[in-house]
Protein backbone atom coordinates (compact mmCIF):
# COMPACT_ATOMS: atom_id res chain seq x y z
CA UNK A 1 0.00 0.00 0.00
CA UNK A 2 1.14 3.15 -1.08
CA UNK A 3 1.52 6.49 1.14
CA UNK A 4 -1.38 8.04 -0.21
CA UNK A 5 -3.24 4.99 0.11
CA UNK A 6 -2.57 4.66 3.92
CA UNK A 7 -2.94 8.51 4.44
CA UNK A 8 -6.91 8.17 3.55
CA UNK A 9 -7.22 4.49 5.03
CA UNK A 10 -8.53 3.26 1.73
CA UNK A 11 -7.22 1.91 -1.35
CA UNK A 12 -5.92 4.28 -4.04
CA UNK A 13 -9.46 5.55 -5.68
CA UNK A 14 -9.36 5.99 -9.39
CA UNK A 15 -8.65 9.70 -10.83
CA UNK A 16 -12.09 9.66 -12.58
CA UNK A 17 -14.13 9.89 -9.02
CA UNK A 18 -11.57 12.72 -7.39
CA UNK A 19 -12.02 14.56 -11.09
CA UNK A 20 -15.68 14.47 -11.51
CA UNK A 21 -16.33 15.17 -7.81
CA UNK A 22 -14.39 18.56 -7.82
CA UNK A 23 -16.03 19.15 -11.50
CA UNK A 24 -19.28 18.67 -9.85
CA UNK A 25 -18.46 20.81 -6.82
CA UNK A 26 -17.51 23.56 -9.56
CA UNK A 27 -20.68 23.06 -11.39
CA UNK A 28 -22.32 23.64 -8.13
CA UNK A 29 -20.97 27.00 -7.30
CA UNK A 30 -21.41 28.07 -10.91
CA UNK A 31 -24.34 26.95 -11.42
CA UNK A 32 -26.10 28.54 -7.97
CA UNK A 33 -23.61 31.93 -9.20
CA UNK A 34 -24.90 32.56 -12.48
CA UNK A 35 -28.96 31.27 -11.73
CA UNK A 36 -29.03 34.44 -8.83
CA UNK A 37 -27.18 36.49 -11.19
CA UNK A 38 -29.85 35.88 -13.87
CA UNK A 39 -32.62 36.30 -11.24
CA UNK A 40 -31.32 39.71 -9.91
CA UNK A 41 -31.08 40.88 -12.99
CA UNK A 42 -34.69 40.20 -13.98
CA UNK A 43 -36.27 40.99 -10.89
CA UNK A 44 -34.31 43.89 -9.30
CA UNK A 45 -32.94 47.64 -11.18
CA UNK A 46 -29.91 48.76 -11.00
CA UNK A 47 -28.89 49.75 -7.78
CA UNK A 48 -31.98 49.06 -5.85
CA UNK A 49 -31.77 47.47 -2.51
CA UNK A 50 -33.98 44.43 -0.81
CA UNK A 51 -33.31 44.31 3.34
CA UNK A 52 -33.03 40.42 3.80
CA UNK A 53 -31.95 41.10 7.57
CA UNK A 54 -32.18 44.22 8.42
CA UNK A 55 -29.93 46.56 7.68
CA UNK A 56 -26.84 44.03 8.16
CA UNK A 57 -27.77 41.93 5.18
CA UNK A 58 -29.33 42.82 2.37
CA UNK A 59 -29.58 42.35 -1.65
CA UNK A 60 -27.74 45.39 -3.43
CA UNK A 61 -27.66 45.13 -6.79
CA UNK A 62 -24.70 47.19 -9.05
CA UNK A 63 -22.46 46.08 -11.66
CA UNK A 64 -19.13 45.47 -10.62
CA UNK A 65 -16.01 46.54 -13.19
CA UNK A 66 -13.32 45.31 -10.79
CA UNK A 67 -12.28 42.04 -8.75
CA UNK A 68 -13.74 40.60 -6.31
CA UNK A 69 -15.49 43.27 -3.25
CA UNK A 70 -15.28 45.58 -6.04
CA UNK A 71 -11.37 45.82 -6.01
CA UNK A 72 -9.10 47.43 -9.03
CA UNK A 73 -11.89 48.80 -10.74
CA UNK A 74 -10.03 50.47 -13.43
CA UNK A 75 -7.95 47.04 -14.33
CA UNK A 76 -11.21 44.71 -15.87
CA UNK A 77 -9.00 42.67 -18.26
CA UNK A 78 -5.78 41.79 -15.75
CA UNK A 79 -8.74 40.19 -13.63
CA UNK A 80 -9.94 38.65 -16.52
CA UNK A 81 -6.68 36.90 -17.76
CA UNK A 82 -5.74 36.19 -14.06
CA UNK A 83 -9.23 34.28 -13.83
CA UNK A 84 -8.89 32.65 -17.50
CA UNK A 85 -5.39 31.31 -16.29
CA UNK A 86 -6.75 29.87 -12.79
CA UNK A 87 -9.69 27.92 -14.68
CA UNK A 88 -7.20 25.99 -17.06
CA UNK A 89 -4.52 25.77 -14.24
CA UNK A 90 -6.71 24.20 -11.89
CA UNK A 91 -8.51 22.14 -14.82
CA UNK A 92 -4.85 20.67 -16.02
CA UNK A 93 -3.85 20.14 -12.11
CA UNK A 94 -7.22 18.01 -11.09
CA UNK A 95 -6.13 15.18 -12.27
CA UNK A 96 -3.06 14.69 -9.97
CA UNK A 97 -5.72 14.90 -6.63
CA UNK A 98 -6.74 12.02 -4.31
CA UNK A 99 -8.03 14.37 -1.30
CA UNK A 100 -11.43 15.20 -0.98
CA UNK A 101 -10.69 18.42 1.08
CA UNK A 102 -8.65 19.15 -2.03
CA UNK A 103 -11.38 18.15 -3.92
CA UNK A 104 -13.64 20.88 -2.25
CA UNK A 105 -11.17 23.71 -2.26
CA UNK A 106 -9.96 23.62 -6.16
CA UNK A 107 -13.44 22.85 -6.98
CA UNK A 108 -14.77 25.92 -5.22
CA UNK A 109 -11.92 27.99 -6.51
CA UNK A 110 -13.29 26.59 -9.86
CA UNK A 111 -16.59 27.22 -10.18
CA UNK A 112 -15.93 31.22 -8.14
CA UNK A 113 -13.43 31.97 -11.17
CA UNK A 114 -15.44 30.45 -13.93
CA UNK A 115 -18.66 32.62 -12.18
CA UNK A 116 -16.66 35.48 -12.49
CA UNK A 117 -14.91 34.80 -15.85
CA UNK A 118 -18.01 34.33 -17.77
CA UNK A 119 -19.68 37.35 -16.45
CA UNK A 120 -16.40 39.60 -17.84
CA UNK A 121 -16.87 38.01 -21.92
CA UNK A 122 -20.40 38.27 -22.00
CA UNK A 123 -22.02 40.86 -19.95
CA UNK A 124 -22.13 44.21 -20.63
CA UNK A 125 -19.91 46.05 -21.89
CA UNK A 126 -18.68 43.34 -23.81
CA UNK A 127 -15.06 40.97 -23.57
CA UNK A 128 -13.19 41.44 -22.27
CA UNK A 129 -14.23 44.05 -19.49
CA UNK A 130 -17.77 43.26 -18.98
CA UNK A 131 -19.07 44.11 -15.68
CA UNK A 132 -19.60 41.42 -12.92
CA UNK A 133 -22.84 41.12 -11.24
CA UNK A 134 -23.10 41.62 -7.34
CA UNK A 135 -25.76 41.87 -5.03
CA UNK A 136 -25.04 40.47 -1.53
CA UNK A 137 -24.20 43.25 0.63
CA UNK A 138 -23.23 43.06 4.65
CA UNK A 139 -23.26 46.10 6.55
CA UNK A 140 -19.88 47.96 7.05
CA UNK A 141 -18.36 45.94 4.04
CA UNK A 142 -18.01 45.28 0.17
CA UNK A 143 -21.45 43.87 -2.26
CA UNK A 144 -20.05 40.63 -3.18
CA UNK A 145 -21.91 37.34 -5.06
CA UNK A 146 -21.63 33.42 -4.90
CA UNK A 147 -19.18 33.29 -7.12
CA UNK A 148 -16.37 35.33 -4.54
CA UNK A 149 -17.76 33.30 -1.92
CA UNK A 150 -16.72 30.14 -3.78
CA UNK A 151 -12.98 31.79 -4.74
CA UNK A 152 -12.58 33.00 -1.61
CA UNK A 153 -13.19 29.90 0.50
CA UNK A 154 -11.89 27.72 -1.56
CA UNK A 155 -8.55 30.12 -1.36
CA UNK A 156 -9.20 29.78 2.27
CA UNK A 157 -9.57 26.07 2.62
CA UNK A 158 -6.45 25.64 -0.13
CA UNK A 159 -4.25 27.34 2.66
CA UNK A 160 -5.20 25.78 5.47
CA UNK A 161 -4.18 22.51 3.85
CA UNK A 162 -0.86 23.71 3.03
CA UNK A 163 -0.54 24.86 6.35
CA UNK A 164 -1.34 21.44 7.88
CA UNK A 165 0.42 19.56 6.12
CA UNK A 166 -2.14 17.53 3.66
CA UNK A 167 -0.96 16.99 -0.29
CA UNK A 168 -3.08 17.14 -3.22
CA UNK A 169 -1.99 13.39 -3.21
CA UNK A 170 -3.77 12.18 0.16
CA UNK A 171 -0.55 12.07 2.05
CA UNK A 172 0.90 14.25 5.18
CA UNK A 173 3.96 15.87 5.17
CA UNK A 174 3.64 17.74 8.48
CA UNK A 175 7.37 18.42 10.26
CA UNK A 176 6.73 15.59 13.05
CA UNK A 177 6.45 13.38 9.97
CA UNK A 178 9.45 14.10 8.24
CA UNK A 179 11.51 14.16 11.37
CA UNK A 180 9.95 10.59 12.44
CA UNK A 181 11.01 9.28 8.72
CA UNK A 182 14.52 10.91 9.15
CA UNK A 183 15.24 8.65 12.07
CA UNK A 184 13.47 5.83 10.73
CA UNK A 185 16.13 6.16 8.07
CA UNK A 186 19.48 6.87 10.36
CA UNK A 187 18.58 3.23 12.32
CA UNK A 188 18.26 1.66 9.11
CA UNK A 189 21.31 2.87 7.80
CA UNK A 190 23.37 2.18 11.00
CA UNK A 191 22.02 -1.14 11.38
CA UNK A 192 23.42 -1.87 8.23
CA UNK A 193 26.71 -0.57 8.65
CA UNK A 194 26.88 -3.02 12.01
CA UNK A 195 29.20 -6.21 11.63
CA UNK A 196 27.53 -9.30 11.05
CA UNK A 197 26.65 -11.19 13.88
CA UNK A 198 29.32 -13.79 14.96
CA UNK A 199 31.99 -12.03 12.87
CA UNK A 200 35.24 -12.56 14.59
CA UNK A 201 37.79 -9.07 15.17
CA UNK A 202 41.00 -9.50 13.15
CA UNK A 203 44.50 -9.48 14.38
CA UNK A 204 45.29 -6.17 13.77
CA UNK A 205 46.61 -3.96 16.38
CA UNK A 206 46.20 -7.11 18.86
CA UNK A 207 49.34 -6.67 21.27
CA UNK A 208 52.05 -9.47 20.38
CA UNK A 209 52.13 -10.44 24.54
CA UNK A 210 48.71 -11.21 24.39
CA UNK A 211 49.48 -14.18 21.96
CA UNK A 212 48.53 -17.51 22.82
CA UNK A 213 51.01 -20.54 23.09
CA UNK A 214 51.32 -22.15 19.98
CA UNK A 215 50.18 -19.44 17.59
CA UNK A 216 53.57 -18.81 16.64
CA UNK A 217 54.27 -22.68 16.07
CA UNK A 218 51.07 -23.12 14.11
CA UNK A 219 52.13 -20.54 11.24
CA UNK A 220 55.15 -21.94 11.39
CA UNK A 221 53.73 -25.60 10.73
CA UNK A 222 54.88 -26.79 14.10
CA UNK A 223 52.20 -27.74 16.54
CA UNK A 224 54.19 -28.40 19.85
CA UNK A 225 55.74 -25.07 19.61
CA UNK A 226 59.47 -25.76 20.44
CA UNK A 227 62.16 -27.09 18.11
CA UNK A 228 62.03 -30.61 17.05
CA UNK A 229 65.18 -32.11 19.85
CA UNK A 230 68.04 -33.52 17.63
CA UNK A 231 68.96 -37.28 17.71
CA UNK A 232 71.64 -38.77 20.19
CA UNK A 233 74.89 -39.30 19.08
CA UNK A 234 75.48 -42.75 19.25
Known sequence: MTRAEQADGHPRRGKAVFLVSALATAALIYGLDQGAKIYVERNMQLGETIPVLGDWVQWHYILNP???FSLGE???????AIMAVVSVGIVIFLPRVRSWAWVVALGLVLGGATGNLTDR????????SGHVVDFIHVKHFAVF????????????L???LLLTGREPDGTRTSGAAR???AAAERTEGAGSAAPASGALPSDAGRDPGDAKPGDGASRNGDSSGDPAPSEPAR
Open 158 to 160: TAL
Open 66 to 68: GAA
Open 145 to 156: NIADCGVVIGIA
Open 179 to 181: DTE
Open 74 to 80: DHTWIFT
Open 121 to 128: LTRWPGFP
